[in-house]
């Protein structure tokens, strides 16, 4: 896949779903309301799924979030806002970043799925309990067990589903104006992340 940052002449379904997803975000998690406000989104083929600079630009892959369900978007838009109040970035110090951003993968999906009430979308990291350890505890056990094969996210759960019935918050923001009706009906589902070199991304 050639990578690039995509043109963009207007809102696109992936954009859609992406905006929404923020506002839910903002509505579902007011402490991260402060931090979307820093976001600035774009579609992009340089990450598998999404990722988050120390900035707060936000990448998403458009053939990802075109096919996402809204409250899937919405829990991967969190985690990326999540590695902002973590630092992620900065907290990586001179240890592998890698290892920084997996351990802070599963400690900020463990949070997300207490506050949310539901496991991560997409088979994303996850273990119940590792928001109770440390970031540097997690490094030191993902040193002794390796990284290999595990990402945020799985791109085999890609999977095509039809169109699903507008949520009663999709209905009150079409209702309210806030969204079209394009934005309020996104198609469905997916994906992964990636860790753009030197921009230090998290995914």
């Not at 791109?155 to 019935?165: A, E, G, I, N, R």
């Amino acid at each position: 896949m050639q990578e690039s940052i995509l043109n963009q002449t207007g809102p696109t379904a992936a954009m859609n779903v992406a905006v929404l997803a923020l506002r839910l975000v903002e509505a579902t998690l007011p402490h991260l309301s402060g931090l979307s406000r820093q976001v600035r989104m774009v579609e992009t083929d340089r990450v598998s799924v999404a990722a988050v600079a120390a900035s707060g630009l936000t990448l998403i892959n458009p053939a990802v979030f075109c096919r996402l369900t809204v409250p899937d978007a919405m829990y991967i838009i969190a985690h990326e806002l999540m590695h902002l109040a973590l630092d992620t970035h900065a907290r990586a110090g001179e240890a592998d970043r890698l290892t920084v951003n997996i351990a802070h993968d599963y400690i900020i999906n463990d949070m997300l799925s207490d506050e949310l009430h539901r496991i991560p979308p997409l088979g994303g990291l996850y273990e119940v309990g590792a928001s109770e350890q440390s970031l540097e505890d997690w490094i030191v056990q993902l040193r002794q067990s390796g990284t290999e094969g595990l990402n945020c996210w799985r791109d085999d759960l890609l999977m095509t589903q039809t169109k699903s019935p507008r949520s009663a918050l999709s209905r009150a923001l079409l209702e309210a104006g806030l969204v079209s009706p394009e934005e309020a009906d996104p198609t469905i589902t997916t994906i992964h992340s990636t860790w753009l070199g030197d921009r230090r991304f998290d995914r």
